[in-house]
């Protein structure tokens, strides 16, 4: 397997809130496997990354869009654990800390 890049921050929300949900419906649980699947197709060369994003905005779209499916993640991780635990300097990590302060403060 050729080595690839990291998922977009698009990707990482989107995965992120499949997983999150995955429990709560089997189509959840269908799309995060399907999504993984599109991301091993990338990797072995049989789908291009932009090909991947375009499924991964399709099915964003379909949650609401980004922002949305962060925030439904956030909501979700600190209903399920009272906390935010999720940690680092990327787009989607910062992006969620925001969130999580919001949703904490109230």
Partial sequence: M???DKP????KALSLFLMAY?????????QCKRMNRQWDLVGLG????????EEVQKMLTSYGGYDEVIE????????K????KLQGDDKYCLDAKK????VLKK
Avoid at 48 to 53: D, G, H, L, S, V
Avoid at 72 to 79: A, E, P
Avoid at 81 to 84: A, D, L
Wanted: glycine share 2%; proline share 5%.
């Fill in 2 to 4: 050729k080595k690839i």
């Fill in 8 to 11: 977009a921050p698009e990707a």
């Fill in 22 to 30: 995955k429990t709560v419906s089997p189509l959840y649980k269908e």
């Fill in 46 to 53: 049989k789908i291009t990354k932009a090909e991947y994003m």
């Fill in 72 to 79: 439904k993640t956030v909501r979700h991780y600190i209903k």
């Fill in 81 to 84: 654990t009272g906390k935010w």
């Fill in 99 to 102: 969130v999580a302060d919001k």
